[in-house]
């Protein structure tokens, strides 16, 4: 009796995850993602982690629509191809579900908490956890996992109301999952091995500043 009740409980639960309609703020926000057909800017670099000691990097960061983020530099360039996705269109690049988690402060404010769900296993993710500005219609937070590479946590900061795109990105991540070959640094970055074999968890912290923005977008479809 209790497996039969057990098995409905889960039927009538996975039922409702799809049949109920994507977050319709979710909806909005990616509707204004997807109105960006290019952009590029400026970045700086710059890592904190204890074990690794770099000077600030700098980079041009490039996006087309329906193409991955490319960036070109003349130095080598620690970034996490996730940090890169400002516009999450890998997040929705299969079909999802989304369950509202309800609210969370960030800096005395408030924001939309929901979760993203794929349902498609070919997704590189097995679920997200996302923070919505649902007034200025933008993402502030984004904690995702993923199959292969660890956890990664955007935080996502903007200059103004109005900007569709972050002035600065915060990627914590582990370093570990990612398989990085430490002698392709650079001459000027020093690692601590020691430290590094040390610690259990091997998290990092990549800070991205992004300044003279050159963006294309298309009109909304309201």
Do not use: W
């Not at 970045?43 to 991955?68: C, E, G, H, N, R």
């Amino acid at each position: 009796m209790n497996r039969l009740f057990t098995f409905l409980a889960c039927f009538f639960f996975f039922g409702q995850l799809q049949s109920q309609e994507i977050d319709r703020d979710l909806l909005a926000i990616k509707s204004r993602l997807d109105s960006i057909d290019h952009y590029e800017a400026s970045i700086s670099l710059d890592v904190l982690a204890s074990f690794i000691k770099m000077p600030t990097k700098y980079a041009t960061i490039t996006y087309d629509k329906d193409q991955p983020v490319s960036f070109t530099s003349d130095n080598f360039i620690l970034i996490p191809k996730r940090g890169l996705d400002f516009t999450l269109t890998q997040l929705f690049q299969y079909p999802f579900i989304t369950l509202d988690r309800g609210i969370e402060k960030r800096q005395d404010n408030s924001y939309k908490v929901i979760n993203v769900i794929p349902d498609d296993d070919h997704a590189e993710y097995t679920i997200a956890k996302i923070l919505l500005d649902t007034t200025n219609l933008r993402i502030v937070e984004s904690e995702i996992n993923t199959r292969n590479e660890g956890s990664f946590r955007l935080q996502l900061f903007y200059n103004g109301s109005q900007s569709a795109l972050p002035d600065r990105v915060e990627i914590t991540f582990e370093l570990q999952k990612l398989r990085l070959p430490f002698n392709f640094f650079g001459k000027d970055t020093q690692i601590d091995r020691q430290e590094l074999r040390s610690l259990e968890e091997k998290k990092g912290t990549i800070i991205l500043r992004l300044t003279d923005y050159v963006i294309s977008t298309t009109a909304i479809k309201k």
